[in-house]
Structure formats: structure tokens, C-alpha cells
């Protein structure tokens, strides 16, 4: 059995910083992919960051330039860290990551979510 673990949301005023982390724990092989993805109220579900096992980078560019997805593969964990954050950045952030399990399938796997709430 594989989990997914975030932890670091909360709320910030406009400007303010905040980073993320979600590990990955159980049953793991490899982990490839990992990712962010973020939905707002009454929005479908997007995608914020990823990073690949080799650490390439791609963000959407409504984060460009404010975010910086990093990994650290020893402990199947990666961050997002949210800088010059906006009101439009309120979501629940999930994880997201493809994970070869002792079952020797390729799964994609997700955290339960964390709340970021941005406002004066």
C-alpha cells in the first residue's frame, strides 16, 4: 500500500511565502513523476508544478516566476515553494505522483490535500 502525506498549507496574506511537502511512503520501488496540482471553489481541479525523476521542471504560467517545485528522491518527498503569493492562489493543493509498487504496477497515486488560503 502507497501513501501520499502533504503538510504545510495555510493561510497568508498577499506577498507572503509558504512551502509545501508531500512524502511518499509504503510499498515503493521507484517513484517517477511527481507533481502539484491545485482546485479552487467551483473550478476543476489544474495543474500547478511537476518534476520528473531526473528533476526537468514544468509550471503553469499563472506560477511562473512566484513557484519552485524541488524533490528530494532519497525520501520520496517533494515541495512546492509558493512565493509572492495571490488571493487567485486559494485552493486545496494536492500531490500527485507515479509510483512503481511491490505489485510491479505503474499507479498514479494522490495526497489527501491541504488548504492555502490567501487574503488580507
Known amino acids: 500500500q502507497v501513501q501520499l502525506v502533504e503538510s504545510g498549507g495555510g493561510s497568508v496574506q498577499p506577498g507572503g511565502s509558504l512551502r509545501l511537502s508531500c512524502a511518499a511512503s509504503?510499498?515503493?520501488?521507484?517513484?517517477?513523476?511527481m507533481g502539484w496540482y491545485r482546485q479552487a471553489p467551483g473550478k476543476q481541479r489544474e495543474l500547478v508544478a511537476t518534476i520528473t525523476s531526473g528533476e526537468i521542471t514544468d509550471y503553469a504560467d499563472s506560477v511562473k516566476g512566484r513557484f519552485t517545485i524541488s524533490r528530494d528522491s532519497a525520501k520520496n518527498t517533494v515541495y512546492l515553494q509558493m512565493n509572492s503569493l495571490k488571493p487567485e492562489d486559494t485552493a486545496v493543493y494536492y500531490c500527485?505522483?507515479?509510483?512503481?509498487?511491490?505489485?510491479?504496477?505503474?499507479?498514479?497515486?494522490w495526497g489527501q490535500g491541504t488548504q492555502v488560503t490567501v487574503s488580507s
Open positions: 509504503g510499498s515503493i520501488l521507484s517513484v517517477n513523476d
Open positions: 500527485n505522483a507515479r509510483i512503481l509498487s511491490r505489485n510491479w504496477r505503474w499507479d498514479d497515486y
